[in-house]
């Protein structure tokens, strides 16, 4: 059974940083693209971030470049956000998903971040 | 303009069939697109349902019903999920996404009321 497993959201404050984690079980990890997807309260999913399996290839929305870094350890079957400079309006929930060319095929339960003074 | 445009919120009445749109920027043809479809039920992850890019070019998610299915309108530049034979538990907010410009992006979702 494919399982992802996120963790590492909390409370901080502007201008900080956290590091999220997704463990990740029950597939071959190191063979499947990986996303990072949010949930802002009240509001619709926004796409973050993905990453080749190699780690190779990196992508992810404007609105994170140049604060948030996606990267994996496929030794350690994990995917990881960094995440800097944070602002406000990155409150989210945020899930790991299996990218399996678009279909977003399996999720994980989702970490709270909340971005207040 | 928003890349993928989809309503608000949609009604339906059990049993019946509940058409949701998603519709493209003027800019992008629709015909040009695989769409996929996801389903967001409150206090759970969403859940994949499909991807559509033609009649002959389709794919259902694993275990996901044939009551839900995907077409175009290539007149209206929209994506379509229809999901027919409507029950109390497809109530959720529904999304569509595009790999545009290097980026996945989903529509800002349509809440489905099956009432």
């Known amino acids: 059974e494919v399982q992802l497993v996120e963790s590492g959201g909390g409370l901080v404050q502007p201008g900080g940083s956290l590091r999220l984690s997704c463990a990740a079980s029950?597939?071959?990890?190191?063979?499947?693209?990986m996303s990072w997807v949010r949930q802002a309260p009240g509001k619709g999913l926004e796409w973050v971030a993905n990453?080749?399996?190699?780690?190779?290839?990196?992508n992810c929305v404007d609105s994170v470049k140049g604060r948030f870094t996606i990267s994996r350890d496929n030794a350690k079957n994990s995917l990881y956000l960094q995440m800097n400079s944070l602002r406000v309006e990155d409150t989210a929930v945020y899930y790991c998903?299996?990218?399996?060319?678009?279909?977003?095929?399996?999720w994980g339960q989702g970490t709270l971040v909340t971005v207040s003074s | 303009q928003a890349v993928l445009t989809q309503p608000s919120s949609l009604s339906a009445s059990p049993g019946a069939s509940a058409s949701l749109t998603c519709t493209l920027h003027s800019g992008i043809n629709v015909g040009a697109y695989r769409i996929y479809w996801y389903q967001h039920k409150p206090g759970s992850p969403p859940q994949y349902l499909l991807n559509?890019?033609?009649?002959?070019?389709?794919?259902?998610g694993s275990g996901v019903p044939s009551r839900f299915s995907g077409s175009k309108d290539a007149s209206a530049n929209a994506a379509i999920l229809l999901i027919s034979g409507l029950q109390s538990e497809d109530e959720a907010d529904y999304y569509c996404m595009i790999w545009y410009s290097t980026a996945w992006v989903f529509g800002g979702g349509t809440k489905l009321t099956v009432l």
């Open positions: 559509y890019k033609s009649d002959s070019n389709k794919q259902q």
């Open positions: 998903a299996r990218d399996d060319g678009g279909a977003l095929n399996s």
């Open positions: 990453i080749k399996q190699d780690g190779s290839e990196k």
């Open positions: 029950g597939f071959t990890f190191g063979n499947y693209w």
